[in-house]
């Protein structure tokens, strides 16, 4: 959704990471570190998807989770930034 507020349209998921980190942690609005777990689950997602990981530990699960609710936070938090900034 932060992309497409700033009418960036990645082509598929393998380019988000490098579109987030162009258009917002080189402008310092985003911290390096949401582009890399981004690019970490995306892979993580890929290795299950094609059979390659099987079993995940409860604490992989919990940190991914925890993970996952703070990048959408910032990622909120984003994206509310530039709409207002549109007004």
């Known amino acids: 959704a932060a992309l497409i507020a700033i ?9 988000i990471f490098s579109d987030l980190k ?11 570190k949401y582009v890399e777990w981004y690019r970490d689950l995306l892979f993580l ?3 299950i998807g094609h059979g ?3 079993n995940l530990k409860g604490v992989e699960i919990d940190t991914w989770q925890d993970r996952t609710q703070e990048f959408i936070d910032v ?3 984003l994206v509310k930034d530039i709409v207002s900034s549109k007004k």
């Not at 009418?7 to 380019?15: A, F, G, K, R, T």
């Open 7 to 15: 009418n960036v349209l990645p082509p598929s998921p393998e380019h």
């Open 22 to 32: 162009e258009n917002f942690v080189e402008k310092n609005k985003l911290k390096m």
């Open 45 to 47: 997602h890929k290795q």
């Open 52 to 54: 390659e990981r099987r």
């Open 75 to 77: 990622m909120a938090m």
